[in-house]
C-alpha cells in the first residue's frame, strides 16, 4: 500500500502563538534592518553624541504591529514594565527606554525617505529566490481607511460670477477660450487628469505625485448604497496564490481605484522579476481602457469584470462578446492563438441539430483578435469556465485586506498627515510580508523535516 505523506501547514497564527524570542527572530530575520538603520541614524559626527539603541528602537517599532500594541505609549508603558519583552527586542538592561519624542523622530524620518518600501522590496525578492512567488495571476484592489480626526469643517464662498455676453462667441473669442482651456488641462496634476495620461508618464513620478492627505471618499456597499469617510485608500497587488503584497500604493480617500492601477502595473513591471506572471485580475471598478493598454504593453492578459455604462449588446454577439449563429445561439471559446492573439471560437452545440447547418448561413469557425477590443476580447475569453477560473482568484487581495485590518492594525492610524500616516501603512505592510515569509520558511522545514 502506497503512503502519501501530506505536507505540513503552518499558519500565520502558530506562528503567533510562538514564544516572543522566537516569533521575533523569524519576523524580523526577513527585514533588512540595517538598511533601515543607516536611514535614520546620525549622519554626521558632530553634535551631541547619541545614547539611543537605534537597531533596537527599530525592532520595538515593528514589533508593536507583531504584538498589536494599539499606541506609542502602550509601546513604551510595556518597554518600561517588561523587562523580557524589552530585552526581546535587543535592549540591554542599561540600554534608557526610547520616550514617544523619540518614536515621533523616527516616523519623521521614516517618512523623508523610501527606505520602507526598499525593505518590502528587499522581503519579496527573498521570498521569490527561495521559491515562495511563484504566481502566475495578481489582484488588485483598494480598501478605505478611516482617519482619527475629524474632516476640517470649510465655508465655500461662492465667488460672483459675471454675467456671460449673450450671443456666440466670435472666432478669435472662441480659439482663446480652446486654448485656456487646453492650458488649464496641461496643468492639471498628473492624477487629476484622465487615466490615459499615466500611460506615457514615469514610475518615479506616478509614486511622487499621488495625492496622500486625508479626504472624504464614497464607495458604494453591498446594497448599492453610497458610504462616506474622511481618510485615505490603500491599494495592493497581490500574488493570488501566494498572497504576498507584491506592490502597494498610500493615497488619500478622494482618488479613484483605476487611477492607481497603472502605477501598480508599472511596480510589478520595473521593480520585481516575476517570469511566471501571465493574469491581472481586478473587478469593475478597474475596467478603463488605459488599464487594458497597460497590461497589454507587459505581455500579460486582463481579466477585469465588465463594467457596461449603459451600453446596449452589439449587434451578432452575446453579453460576453462571443459572437453567435443566425438564431442567437453563442459560439463556444476553444483556444488563444498566442503568436496572433487571436481568440478561436468554434459553432456551439445547438447547430448540431439546426436546419440551416447545411445552408452556408453561418459560420464553423470565428476568430477574434484581442488588439480589435482589449476591453471585450481578453485571453481566455470572456465567460469562458478559464475566465471564471481566474477572476476568482481576485478573492486573495481582498483576504489581504481582512488580515492587514484585523490583525496588523491598518484601521488603526493616529497619525494627521498622509506622510506620516503612509509610514504607519508601509509599516504593516513591511510586518505582513516579514510574516508571511516566515511562515513559509518554517512550512519548508518541516516538509523538509518529514521527507528526510
Keep these: 500500500m502506497t503512503i502519501i505523506r501530506q505536507e505540513s ?7 503567533y502563538d510562538m ?6 527572530a523569524a519576523i524580523m530575520a526577513g527585514i533588512d534592518l540595517d538598511m533601515i538603520y543607516h536611514a535614520v541614524m546620525k549622519q554626521s559626527r558632530f553634535g551631541a553624541p547619541e545614547s539611543l539603541n537605534h537597531p533596537a528602537t527599530i525592532t520595538a ?8 500594541i494599539p499606541t506609542v505609549k502602550d509601546l513604551v508603558r510595556r518597554l518600561k514594565n517588561d523587562i523580557a519583552f524589552r530585552m526581546d527586542c535587543g535592549f540591554r538592561v542599561d540600554d534608557p527606554v526610547p520616550s514617544e519624542a523619540t518614536f515621533s523622530r523616527l516616523t519623521t524620518k521614516l517618512s523623508d525617505t523610501n527606505i520602507l518600501e526598499q525593505a518590502q522590496e528587499s522581503v519579496i525578492r527573498q521570498a521569490t529566490d527561495e521559491g515562495f512567488i511563484s504566481d502566475d495571476t495578481v489582484a488588485i484592489d483598494a480598501t478605505h481607511v478611516e482617519a482619527r480626526d475629524q474632516a476640517p469643517t470649510e465655508k465655500v464662498t461662492k465667488p460672483k460670477r459675471t454675467p456671460k455676453k449673450r450671443g456666440r462667441k466670435s472666432k478669435e473669442e ?4 480652446l486654448k485656456a482651456e487646453a492650458e488649464k488641462a496641461a496643468n492639471l496634476p498628473l492624477y487629476e487628469k484622465p487615466i490615459a495620461a ?3 508618464a514615469t514610475l518615479a513620478d506616478l509614486r511622487q505625485d499621488v495625492p496622500q492627505d486625508p479626504r472624504w471618499g464614497i464607495k458604494k456597499n453591498s446594497e448599492g448604497k453610497n458610504v462616506f469617510w474622511y481618510g485615505y485608500k490603500v491599494h495592493l497587488a497581490v500574488g493570488a496564490t501566494s498572497q504576498y503584497i507584491l506592490q502597494s500604493l498610500f493615497s488619500g480617500g478622494q482618488l479613484n481605484d483605476g487611477k492607481a492601477a497603472i502605477p501598480l502595473l508599472k511596480g510589478l513591471h520595473e521593480r520585481l522579476s516575476l517570469p511566471d506572471l501571465r493574469y491581472q485580475t481586478m473587478d469593475a471598478g478597474y475596467d478603463y481602457t488605459p488599464i487594458y493598454t497597460q497590461v497589454h504593453q507587459m505581455g500579460q492578459q486582463s481579466v477585469i469584470a465588465y463594467n457596461r455604462r449603459n451600453e446596449p449588446e452589439p449587434d451578432g454577439f452575446n453579453k460576453h462578446f462571443a459572437p453567435t449563429c443566425v438564431r442567437e445561439h453563442a459560439y463556444r471559446y476553444d483556444s488563444f492563438d ?3 492573439e487571436t481568440l478561436k ?3 456551439p452545440k445547438e447547430c448540431k441539430d439546426c436546419p440551416l447547418l447545411n445552408e452556408g448561413v453561418c459560420q464553423k469557425v470565428w476568430k477574434i483578435k484581442i488588439t480589435k477590443d482589449l476591453r471585450r476580447y481578453s485571453a481566455p475569453a470572456r465567460g469562458s469556465k478559464a475566465w471564471k477560473t481566474i477572476f476568482k482568484r481576485r478573492t486573495a487581495v481582498e483576504r489581504v485586506n481582512a488580515y492587514l485590518k484585523e490583525y496588523f492594525q491598518l484601521n488603526n492610524v493616529r497619525y494627521r498627515t498622509g506622510q506620516r500616516a503612509k509610514v504607519h501603512f508601509d509599516t504593516v505592510a513591511l510586518v505582513y510580508n516579514a510574516s508571511k515569509l516566515a511562515v513559509d520558511r518554517i512550512n519548508a522545514q518541516l516538509n523538509a523535516q518529514n521527507v528526510a
Design 338 to 340: 498566442t503568436k496572433y
Design 174 to 177: 472662441r480659439d482663446q477660450w
Design 61 to 68: 517599532y515593528l514589533v508593536r504591529f507583531v504584538e498589536r
Design 19 to 24: 514564544a516572543p524570542t522566537q516569533k521575533y
Design 345 to 347: 471560437y468554434t459553432q
Design 9 to 15: 501547514f503552518f499558519s500565520i497564527q502558530e506562528l
Design 198 to 200: 499615466q500611460l506615457d
